[in-house]
Structure formats: structure tokens, C-alpha cells
């Protein structure tokens, strides 16, 4: 990191390999088709600001941070889009998952989408990045017992709106 | 509680173990809120090497600048309107025959650091320390009026609107500056209102030993009012900006 904030290309090239691909996704279920846009501003943004990169710091949950304030930033200019369809998506090197239904992951975003933005965030980082509520707690800038609470009431949500959509398939 | 709610408690307390997992394997609501039923949003590997060329593009144009350089040059800047503001108004309050003098210079004193070290603070990387000036809220004005003299001279509203004006007028520039530099960082209401209250403090400086009224009253609604409106402004003001970086 500490290369990367002297300007080196090599060592931002690393950073962006190892965690571009899985903010992309993540992004997709915060901000829908808009997630190459908002992946785009905050590599820019890291890039432009990294001399408030604090030294030291883990560069995850920053990079995160800044994600989240993207995504935040976008959301309260934009509505939310539906995402490409998975169809129109190029081939990409994804790992293989564990439970191959392939209408499952459209339905928990499309679930996700429902969802008020704070508890989307709080979901999204816990469940499918697998940060701790303290971690979240410390990206987002809200107490631990907040995050608690969205992601249970979003949890609960979540588990109400899938039981709706498999009724309804 | 049933097996489903059990498996949303366990997920929601980061307790998952494995008899919730074997439920949720087997039921079609929990099943797609297990943590290894990702179901990958595929990354569009097209669109990440344009952003990483962009990215390598910014990164060849735009040096690293150190946020301390730019604390440091608008709390100089601060500094400077304070202290040439307070020339220009003159001294009056510090000269008159009931000042408390002690009182007055260590309040001053606070006044000055919240201008310049306030302002380096509010422009920290993260978000703790700008959010601890925001106990410049209640800390100020109850500074203002301990070290009051009491007397009330500007009784009319004409006699002591200039006060509120100054504490406004002064602000103009300070606050500007900092808008502009917190368009380089991440949105963030407390940031605003930390850095805001910082820079509209130069006129409360200056008016600390300018005004000869020293009342409760007048130090309340005329010098710490108006300095906490002015904060509470910068935010739409802030949001209505664009955003050039959303780094904290």
C-alpha cells in the first residue's frame, strides 16, 4: 500500500487485481447496473485521495469504505437499477459456487433490491463479504448495536421476500 | 420459534452452526441466505480492465497530496482573517474597565486553537475526530458567557445586529475555502459542521475582543447563533457540491 501511495503502478495493479473483480460484485447488489460506474469513481477516488490513506491501515475495509460512500453518493443522486441481465454479462473466471442454482443469486439481489438502503449495506458487506458487525460498524461510522439491528431487520425482510417470490414462482 | 427463525438469528449473531446450516440446505427460503450460496454476480471483465486503465491513467496525472498540507494552509488562512479582522475591529472589549482579563485571554486562547488546530482536526483522514469538535457546540458559547462581563450595551437589535453580521461576513472566506476542500473527500454531515464551526469561529474571535457587551444575552444570540447557524448551513451546501472523492 504504501508503494501505491508513492505512485507506483505495479502495486496498484496488484491491489486492484486482488479486489476489483469481488467489489464489482458487491456493488452490483448495492447500486444495480450502475456498479461499473461507482467501481469506476471509487478506484478514481482512492487513487486522486491517497495521500488520506492513513498508514498502516488495513487496505480492505478503506477500500470498502470508500465503496460504500460511492455507492451512497450515487443512490441519493440516482435511482436504483436492475442489473444486466446475467445472460448479457461476459465470461468471467468466477469461483465456482457451492450450490449451483442458477436462479438463486438473481433472486436474493432481486430481494436485495427491495431492501432500504442501510439495511442492503449492512447485508451485503456481512453476508456476501464477510465482514464482522464490528468491521462493518467501523466502515460505515455507525455503532455495532446499528448494524445489529439493520441487518436483522434486514435479514428478516429478506427471508419474507424470498418466501413471497418462491410462493409466487 | 421455528427452524427458520432460529437460522435468521444464528445469521443475524454471526452464530452459525451446523445444525442451521443442514436446515437451511433443505428449505427453499433459508437456502438462499446461506453464506456459501454466494451465487457469484459474474464480474464483467471487459468493464474492469477500462476502469483499470482509467485508474493507471489518474494515477500517472495526479500526485499523492498530503491532506496535512492543505489543513495546515487553511488554518494559516483562518489564522490570518482572525487576527487581521480582530486588528481592524480593534480591541475595545479587552480596553474597557470591567474586563475580565484572564478570563478573556484563556477563552481567546481556545478561540484561536478551535480556528486553526480545530480546522487541521476536521480535515483528519476518518471520521472520530472530526465528529469530537462537535463538542465545540455546547463548549463555546457557555466559554462566551463565563467570560462575559455581564453588561449589556447593545440594546437595541440595530446596536447589536453588526455582531452577528461580523461573526457571518468573516465566515465568507474561511468557509468557502473549506467547502471547496471537503468536495476532496467523502460526504459527511459531521465533517461539515466541524469544519464550518471552525471557520466561522475567526469571527467569533475577532468579536471576543471587539464587543463591549458582555451579557449572556447578546453573547448567545448575536456571537454564538449565528456561528452555529452558519454550521448548520454548510451542510446543504455541502450536499448540494459534487464530490470529487469519497474517500473518508
Known amino acids: 500500500m504504501d508503494r501505491f501511495v508513492q505512485g507506483e503502478e505495479q502495486a496498484f495493479s496488484t491491489l486492484f487485481t486482488r479486489h476489483a473483480g469481488r467489489l464489482q460484485a458487491t456493488l452490483r447488489r448495492m447500486v444495480g447496473a450502475a456498479a461499473d460506474d461507482v467501481l469506476q469513481t471509487t478506484f478514481l477516488s482512492i487513487v486522486r485521495s491517497r495521500g488520506r490513506y492513513e498508514r498502516g491501515a488495513p487496505f480492505r475495509p478503506w477500500l470498502y469504505t470508500v465503496a460504500v460512500n460511492a455507492a451512497r453518493d450515487h443512490l441519493r443522486r440516482n435511482r436504483w437499477e436492475e442489473p444486466h441481465a446475467a445472460e448479457d454479462l461476459p465470461e468471467a473466471p468466477a469461483e465456482p459456487a457451492p450450490l449451483p442454482d442458477p436462479g438463486l443469486s438473481r433472486t436474493v439481489e432481486a430481494a436485495l433490491a427491495q431492501l432500504p438502503g442501510a439495511q442492503r449495506e449492512a447485508i451485503v458487506l456481512h453476508r456476501f463479504e464477510g465482514f464482522s458487525f464490528r468491521e462493518i460498524a467501523d466502515l460505515l461510522g455507525v455503532t455495532e448495536t446499528a448494524v445489529k439491528v439493520r441487518a436483522h431487520r434486514g435479514y428478516e425482510r429478506l427471508r419474507v421476500l424470498l418466501a413471497s417470490q418462491r410462493g409466487t414462482a | ?248
Open chain 2, 1 to 248: 420459534m421455528n427452524e427458520c427463525d432460529a437460522f435468521l438469528d444464528a445469521l443475524a449473531s454471526d452464530r452459525l452452526e451446523a445444525a442451521h446450516r443442514t436446515h437451511a440446505r433443505t428449505c427453499p427460503v433459508c437456502a438462499p441466505l446461506l453464506p456459501e450460496a454466494s451465487g457469484a454476480v459474474s464480474p464483467a471483465a471487459l468493464s474492469l480492465d477500462e476502469v483499470h486503465r482509467r485508474a493507471l491513467q489518474a494515477l500517472r496525472t495526479t500526485p499523492a497530496r498530503p491532506w496535512a498540507r492543505d489543513a495546515a494552509m487553511l488554518a494559516l488562512l483562518q489564522g490570518a482573517i482572525a487576527l487581521g479582522v480582530t486588528v481592524t475591529l480593534g480591541t475595545g472589549n479587552w480596553n474597557s474597565p470591567g474586563a475580565h482579563r484572564t478570563a478573556l485571554a484563556l477563552v481567546g486562547a481556545a478561540l484561536l486553537g478551535t480556528v486553526t488546530l480545530g480546522s487541521i482536526l476536521a480535515l483528519a483522514p476518518g471520521r472520530r475526530r472530526p465528529r469530537a469538535l462537535l463538542w465545540l457546540v455546547p463548549v463555546v458559547p457557555l466559554l462566551l458567557v463565563l467570560s462575559g462581563n455581564g453588561v449589556h450595551t447593545a440594546t437595541t437589535m440595530g446596536a447589536a445586529l453588526p455582531c452577528a453580521l461580523t461573526v457571518v461576513l468573516t465566515a465568507v472566506v474561511p468557509l468557502a475555502v473549506g467547502l471547496a476542500l471537503l468536495r476532496g473527500m467523502a460526504l459527511d454531515a459531521a465533517r461539515t459542521v466541524a469544519l464550518a464551526l471552525c471557520a466561522a469561529a475567526t469571527g467569533l474571535f475577532a468579536l471576543h475582543w471587539h464587543c463591549r457587551d458582555g451579557s449572556g444575552a447578546h453573547l448567545l444570540a448575536y456571537h454564538a447563533l449565528p456561528w452555529v447557524a452558519l454550521a448548520l448551513l454548510a451542510i446543504p451546501i455541502r450536499r448540494a457540491l459534487p464530490t470529487r472523492s469519497h474517500v473518508p
